[in-house]
């Protein structure tokens, strides 16, 4: 079994290594991740047991491509307490000299010194949740941020000497229209980023908007205007010289997001904090989960246990799934040869009902024997995703 499950991987790609900081501002309508408000006196506790946690990883000593600080909102960390993860990670990690260095930032929780404090740390790339630029929108889905404090950041770690800098923005915002999508996107083009993450909002379970949809409160766009803004986003970004690698994400050429492409790839990747995930492949195949409960994970390490409360080794078909939904979301898509010869089986005959909703639909599309979602097909991709689990 062993053999089979490694067999059904890619060669092995650099180790990554993410640290969560699930603290924030305030919780975002829509935000359905590991974070909440912090409180006076919380995050020193959570620091340490981060150290605690790192320095005591069974791969300790692994060499590590990819360093990521997401949240939460890891920009309310200032220089001194980043300065201070990265010390526990270079501690423990042999991180490469030209390890990409990641972090997420927050407009509004950014200063000319923290920007700069992180730059001089060796940070290299910033993630930069924008969200909107517009005012009302941003108000609408319960940013604390307004237009001008997201352009005053980016001015702000350019000026910090960051050469490598991302925006997020989401589409398919109540109350958005393919016209202010449009103004959005071409302002945050305008910025000069090297990396765009254009998401499509998702209504999640427990979140502010679920209730709001629920009671019948929430009006979104409809299914032409979906469409419309993701064709926008491919056209715009097209135009600007952007290569569109993956479902959501965007790049100048060489600019791609490593960290990611490395998890899209079925490599190893080791998570630090509440609520993170990793993926080992030896001895065998193993995914893990820490508790999403701060003051638990803070509990379990501080007692010298583990705050892992999921594992699982995923078997062959999982893997199978996983591999299929991966490729699909990247504009490559996959390779139906390459994929039969690792899983033992082409995608049709693994995931049938899969493969029929998407040619039926015409959301899926095979070209020189590389399956590939269509345009429709990405709006509509989990729809196709949920029957290969």
Known sequence: MESSLNSALPPSLAFGVYVHIPFCVAKCHYCDFVSKPLAAGALEPYLAALEREIAVSPEAGRRAGT?????GTPSLLDGDQLARLLTAVRSTFAVEDEAEISIEANPGTLTAATAADFHALGVNRVSLGVQSL??????????????????????????????????????GLPGQTPAIWRRDLARAIDLGPEHLSLYALGIEAGT????????????????????????????????????HYEISNFARPGRRCRHNLD??????????????????????????????????????????????????EPSPRQLAGEALMLGLRTADGVDETAFAQAHGASPAALFPEAAALGVENGWLACSAGRLRLTEPGILFSNEIFRLLF
């Open 67 to 71: 360093v990521f600080f997401g949240g």
């Open 134 to 171: 517009d005012d009302a929108l941003l108000a609408r889905i319960g940013r604390r941020h307004t237009r001008h404090d997201a352009l005053w950041a980016f001015k702000l770690l350019r000026d910090a000497g960051f050469d490598n800098l991302g925006v997020d923005l989401i589409h």
């Open 263 to 312: 998890c899209w790839n079925l490599g190893e990747y080791r998570g630090f904090g509440a609520g993170a995930h990793s993926f080992l492949r030896s001895p065998a195949p193993l995914r893990l989960a820490n508790t999403p409960d701060i003051d638990d994970y803070v509990l379990r390490i501080a007692s010298g246990g583990d705050a892992a409360v999921m594992r699982e």
């Open 208 to 243: 502010s908007f679920a209730a709001e949809l629920t009671a019948g409160r929430l009006e979104l766009p409809d299914e032409r205007d979906e469409l419309e803004m993701l064709a926008l986003a491919r056209e715009l970004t097209a135009s600007a010289g952007y290569e």
